[in-house]
């Protein structure tokens, strides 16, 4: 099995998305665990279901 590029990794008050191969934080910080948005970032889904993702769970925060 092939390391995950991106993965959740839980920070004070939530949680992060880290990217292994460029060795930063990628995007915001969430409250709850955004494994659909992980999912879809490994299995390098379209850029547009990866919007929707993001929308879907920066309206969550709210």
Same mark, same amino acid.
């Given at each position: 099995?092939?390391? %995950?590029?991106? +993965?959740?990794?839980? +920070?004070?008050?939530?949680? %992060? ?6 060795? %930063? ?12 948005? +992980? ?18 769970? %920066?309206?969550?925060?709210?």
């Amino acid at each position: 099995m092939s390391r %995950r590029r991106y +993965v959740a990794r839980g +920070v004070r008050c939530g949680y %992060r998305i880290w990217d292994n191969k460029g060795r %930063r934080w990628w995007g915001d910080l969430y409250e709850l665990c955004p494994d659909d948005l +992980v999912t879809a970032l490994n299995a390098k889904a379209s850029p547009e279901s990866i919007t929707a993702l993001l929308k879907q769970y %920066r309206a969550m925060k709210r």
